[in-house]
């Protein structure tokens, strides 16, 4: 386009561009896939085959071919990404036409868009009384469609730019100069940015860089929020099995040291308590990580492992199906007494039953995600930390650029994202949501004490996307009972019933908190996911945005998400 | 730490009833047949079949996990929206005269949500899919003794 007019610009089919875009994204993701693919398949050739002329030929083509393969990626991914944003652009370029040319003709004008000239009927000057007020508003909408063309000229002047500097070399192709390998003190400056900072530097690399950070820093990059899914999941089963690996050598280097001990040197005592000591906490995060393993075992190819940590308490991220693809996904926090190696089996059950049920609502399988969040310490059965509200306070801004991070990975299709969390994990969305900033499009809640504040439009804009479900024997989200059972509690106990009560603010499946209370047909405080269950089928109306379906007991249901 | 306490035990008092002894394959197979026969009544074919076993939990959620199981049926039914309604409502009818108790009956529009327990313990439950292309259905099973005993565990 030499010169855009506002013909050319009327008549341009974005919707082709955007497919065109899709078509150089999707071979952006296909050669990203294969080099993953000749990565992995290759990069034991030079141990196994070492020595000898034809092996190191052999292992420099490898490096060329992987490197030339990679160093495809990059460019086919800039021409992708700067299609789909000049079929944007474009598009939002001419919806502003058409508004300015329908104002104009409103207010008598008329546009041109051939030509881009607007007149004005000789009747307007003589009935204005002022023809000069008449020329200047012609001459404004005229310098609207100049400033509209200009900046549509820009871009595709910046796309055609894209698009040739991101062709491959005639003669080199894109060459089999590998790309410098990322280093650990990059890996941590991204800690610090923003989750969409971080993918959009994540798409920068190529795939034998990705792999290569994977491979040398996986722990760095399990937990970096804007990195996708899929490649957390590499990262993050790497950290598993080789911290699994270790924790088994450490054990059994302390057992024998033990054993070796009580045989020859039964007296050490101190060295018996020391390795007995040191023996029981590597079994102790050993049985946390066989947890996940276990769970991750049982769920198969749709489970992606999207942190895991076991040192401390231990922390760990599961998610049933690809957040970066659903079409529906659903991030959970669990609450009070959560452990990693007491409950990440069970949890992730009640992801997969919430999974299960909202898949079904959908023609085509694999578009729901539901993640099991436990990436805050969860307060303990052994104290007093849930009657208080520091768990959840360190929780919140984790919960937060986490749901920020899989808005920035997940792919240009819609995306249905709904903050879920049970007992005190509900105030860990809580104190995400109150910041303003948790890009959900749904809260929901299930026997929470309470959410920190008391009304539900200081969680979301619309509260009537905030959903909140109550046994009415849940001991927790029904505060009566609370302070019936601290009754119980000689001296602190109505002291600890006020406390717990005050200290979360109202439950919001009260009605005076603004949110839509659903119907819970299952008992207590632990069974919201009994598979026959309409607390569970519930659950997944308002995960697969079918509000009008969601039987409520009191609240104003939103229209129900367009398929 | 009473306060926990008194928070965990809450609502877990239940026990074992006794149930009828089948295996895993065998009570699948009855949520197979169970399903085929809605299917039939709905006027067409089982896809995206998926038969889970879960643990039985008693009316005030204490988990049956000494081998009391039952097992979930998903399925689709393949069904243009327009029929969704009218299908519900006839096959509500035939629900109705043998003998089974109606838990839900809702139409919004073209979609179509119906539930029933039948006189021997099945829940049956009929959902309109959100492109309405479809009728879900979910076959639950009453409750089963494993004839080996041991937990049961879903999705293994």
Request: hydrophobic share 35%; proline share 5%; net charge negative.
């Amino acid at each position: 386009m030499s010169e855009v007019t506002l013909r050319m610009l009327f008549d341009v089919d974005t919707d082709a561009i955007g497919r065109r875009a899709d078509g150089w994204l999707r071979m952006a993701g296909s050669i990203d896939d294969a080099c993953e693919e000749l990565i992995r398949v290759s990069r034991d050739l030079e141990h196994v085959w070492p020595d000898g002329p034809a092996a190191e030929a052999a292992a420099a083509r490898g490096h060329d071919l992987r490197s030339e393969a990679s160093n495809a990626y990059p460019p086919c991914r800039r021409i992708g990404d700067a299609l789909r944003l000049h079929a944007d652009t474009l598009r939002g370029l001419q919806g502003r036409v058409q508004g300015i040319a329908a104002e104009a003709s409103g207010r008598g004008f008329s546009v041109d868009v051939t030509t881009g000239t607007v007149t004005a009927p000789s009747r307007m000057f003589t009935e204005s009384g002022s023809p000069q007020i008449v020329a200047q508003q012609i001459a404004a909408y005229v310098n609207e469609f100049r400033a509209i063309l200009a900046q549509a000229a820009e871009s595709d002047a910046s796309t055609a730019d894209a698009i040739s500097v991101n062709l491959p070399d005639a003669t080199a192709g894109f060459g089999t100069l590998g790309l410098p390998p990322v280093d650990e003190a990059t890996l941590r400056d991204q800690q610090g940015r923003t989750p969409k900072e971080v993918n959009g530097w994540w798409r920068t690399l190529t795939p034998e860089q990705q792999e290569q950070a994977i491979r040398d820093f996986p722990e760095l990059v399990g937990w970096l929020d804007g990195v996708p899914s899929t490649d957390r999941d590499v990262a993050n089963r790497l950290v598993l099995t080789t911290r699994m690996d270790a924790l088994r050598s450490d054990a059994d280097a302390h057992a024998r040291r033990l054993a070796d001990l009580l045989m020859n040197d039964p007296r050490n005592r101190f060295e018996i308590q020391r390795e007995t000591e040191a023996m029981n906490a590597a079994q102790s995060q050993l049985d946390k990580l066989a947890e996940v393993d276990k769970a991750l075992q049982r769920l198969g190819p749709p489970g992606l492992l999207l942190g895991v940590d076991g040192s401390g308490d231990g922390r760990v991220v599961i998610a049933v199906g690809d957040p970066d693809t659903a079409l529906h996904t659903g991030v959970w926090v669990p609450g009070l007494g959560t452990t990693m190696e007491g409950n990440t089996v069970d949890n992730v059950k009640r992801m997969q039953t919430v999974n299960a049920a909202t898949d079904l609502y959908l023609d085509q399988p694999g578009q729901v995600s539901t993640v099991y969040w436990l990436g805050y310490d969860a307060p303990d059965l052994n104290n007093f930390s849930v009657v208080g509200e520091g768990r959840s306070e360190q929780g919140g801004p984790s919960y937060l650029h986490f749901m920020e991070g899989l808005r920035a990975t997940h792919d240009t299709g819609p995306s249905h994202l709904v903050a879920m969390g049970h007992s005190y994990g509900s105030t860990v969305v809580a104190e995400a949501a109150l910041t303003g900033r948790l890009p959900v499009d749904d809260i929901m809640v299930q026997g929470s004490p309470g959410m920190h504040t008391d009304h539900a439009s200081d969680l979301m804009a619309d509260p009537r996307h905030v959903w909140a479900g109550s046994a009415g024997n849940d001991p927790v989200s029904e505060t009566s009972n609370v302070t019936k059972y601290t009754q119980l509690v000689p001296i602190a106990g109505p002291f600890i019933g006020d406390a717990y009560d005050d200290g979360h603010g109202v439950s919001p499946h009260e009605a005076a908190f603004g949110a839509n209370q659903y119907v819970v047909d299952t008992s207590g405080h632990t069974h919201y996911w009994e598979q026959d269950s309409e607390s569970v089928n519930n659950q997944a109306r308002v995960l697969v945005g079918q509000y009008s379906r969601v039987g409520t007991v009191h609240g104003s249901p939103p229209p129900d998400v367009v398929p | 730490m009473m306060l926990v306490t008194a928070l965990a035990v809450a609502g877990c008092d239940g026990g074992k009833d006794d149930v009828e002894t089948k295996t895993i394959d065998d009570a699948k197979a009855v949520v197979q047949a169970r399903a085929e026969s809605v299917a039939g009544q709905l006027g067409g074919v089982l896809t995206r079949p998926s038969l889970l076993d879960a643990p039985c939990t008693g009316r005030r959620g204490e988990s049956g996990g000494d081998g009391v199981y039952f097992i979930q049926g998903g399925y689709q039914v393949a069904l243009p929206a327009a029929e969704h309604v009218a299908t519900a409502a006839r096959v509500r009818d035939e629900w109705k005269a043998a003998g089974w108790t109606i838990t839900d009956n809702r139409t919004i529009g073209t979609t179509a949500i119906l539930a029933a327990t039948t006189p021997d313990e099945f829940k049956v439950h009929l959902e309109s899919t959100v492109q309405g292309s479809a009728l879900a259905l979910l076959v639950y099973s009453p409750c089963y003794g494993s004839p080996s005993g041991g937990n049961h565990a879903a999705w293994q």
